[in-house]
């Protein structure tokens, strides 16, 4: 590894392909049942299951999405950038197993608590690492292409996503339901568009 | 994310990405023979996983192929763009399962309406999407590459699979068999050269 | 789908796709000793399993590799083309299950001559496969970077593959160590370089 | 194949996918506790995984950047480095499976001498593949932004790790806990910066 790297290209690619290969897991942990005679039953009775997918597909979704415009601005990725953003990449791909541990506590109704806080935990570090990232590239590694304005809006996305994650979890702790539905909102929060939260110059390529 | 975000590139990588993952996948849910003795019936009493896998692989591969038809054209990707993508994605990623749940009921003579109308439901949503995409991007988002009647024939293209594809699904309630037939006659159909169906004008790059 | 598509581009970049995830879902087929007390035994047991994986992770490579040298010649992709291609990809997609079903029947003694025959039949129709593509592209669709005797060296070799392949799974299915022994020995023909065997003109790029 | 292969840039491709997806796979080995009435108890009695699962994913990451820095250099890819990064692209997708047995181990109390090392010998057969790709490399395929002194740097790095990693395996046969430690120590060195350890000239590209 050379101690001043440069284009981040890659890391974007094996980024965009761990975070492509952990959602298309997901799908993988809800097993099929087991008694076709009453299938469409059986179906239904995986609701927790297609909850936890939906959920952390979307979540997910966001991910990526937040994962490019943050790159889109980082014109050197340093030692450091490469070894947060692996931390990072190997806690989205932790994902399916926080998932299944999800749903099936729901699907028992035993634990909900536990796989709420564990599930919600993942993607609070992935916040955390999101604003770590941001932080040490903020300084020296960006490219001219944003202005201050523009860097300090993409970090209080990236604060509030903390702090939503982070509060969804602990609400989780004490209530599993309500931590599901602040996650669940902060997926609309973000898909939905927010007039002015961002003010980006020069081009834009983000997508 | 930004609010105006332009370049589909990496919405098309990041599809093709999840395309090729959940297609690859459908082979996990055929399950080998516990039985060795007897391998040779044992690998042909799964035919229904072999129909299941094939009939789902060449349908993933024409919504592959029909996801590059659209975003050939499409010349910005906004937010809602980016959401009805991320949610098409997650219909996708979502066919081992069903595929899977299709096997299991023709296997066990048992549910096979429930799982043909479960299967069929995944690409019905899908078509559906593609069509709300195209809806969406027809007025302001589409490159100059094609023209009026262009637009018009790959959406009537799309309208015509969302049409095929909820029939077979609402055949296959009444007769299983005849909703998965009339699901490979659509692979047939979909993979056969029409001639004059479209228009375009400008570079062709589809591929 | 247009009906004169022509970049070629991204139908490699979906096939390296799927030939990169059929060959990593390979290990998911061995399952580790359940009895961690005689660990090393239990490994020890698995070389059926370590063989199937091995002999057919070589044979993608090959595949993955000749896959290139062919579309780095083919210039348009037209529909057919694009068929036959879905069909081989999913040809390649079912190899983690006929190496599974490999290796169960070495590891129980029973079925070798039906697994070998299934799964040699797999690399047989690949071979096909890319028989028909060939065949299909020479006429009109090949780019000028290559000249009669390349096409004509290219097509050799692929026919050379067919008549290979189906020999070892006529084999296999006699005397299935000799099928597997055939197997082999194609691997180590087709790495090794051969002097002469291809004549191009013009840039060669392949890799 | 052509006998005469020069862009790598499809080899990194590939590459750069099965790594991916080896990384991501790891998570499938990590079973949910099945009984969810004491979920978080379960969910800490699977530290093993969680280990298993964090030393192997940030050895993997090391094994994608070195793969990057390696191939920075490499302009001419031969049909011998397409065979050695074949074999070593098969090896790391073996490590699933080495990371399950592992965690096996260390959950039961058995077998972990036998685990270790076999989950040692992996990385110590990547390495040598590294040393012998680079050494096959170095006479006349390299490209000429890196100098005689940066070519020596790479190869004493690629060295080093052999001699680390056979030395953690060797431990590991031993006392396998402390050859957990020397596989982890050599985490943090790989990914801390080492002031003067390379030398390159030319552009820097490496990411």
């Not at 634990?111 to 590239?137: C, D, K, P, S, Y």
């Not at 523009?150 to 969804?168: D, E, H, K, M, P």
Request: charged share 15%.
């Amino acid at each position: 590894m050379s101690e001043d790297v440069r284009d981040p290209a890659r890391v974007v690619a094996i980024s965009d392909g761990v975070i492509a290969i952990a959602a298309t897991l997901l799908v993988l942990e809800i097993r099929p049942p087991a008694d076709t005679e009453h299938l469409l039953h059986g179906l239904l009775a995986l609701w927790p299951s297609y909850l936890a997918y939906a959920v952390t597909f979307m979540l997910v979704g966001q991910v990526w999405a937040n994962h490019h415009v943050m790159f889109d601005h980082i014109r050197h990725a340093d030692r450091m950038i490469l070894f947060l953003n692996t931390v990072l990449l190997m806690d989205i791909a932790f994902l399916p197993f926080a998932a299944s541990v999800l749903a099936d506590a729901f699907r028992d109704g035993h634990g909900e608590r536990t796989a709420v806080v564990m599930h919600g935990l993942v993607f609070f570090l992935a916040a955390a690492l999101f604003n770590l990232i941001w932080w040490h590239a903020r300084h020296h590694l960006l490219s001219n292409n944003i202005n201050p304005a523009g860097v300090r809006a993409i970090g209080r996305r990236f604060q509030l996503a903390l702090l939503w994650l982070g509060t969804a979890t602990i609400l989780g702790g004490l209530l599993p339901v309500l931590g599901v539905a602040v996650f669940a909102a902060f997926i609309a929060f973000y898909w939905l568009p927010i007039s002015g939260e961002l003010g980006f110059t020069g081009p834009r390529r983000t997508a």
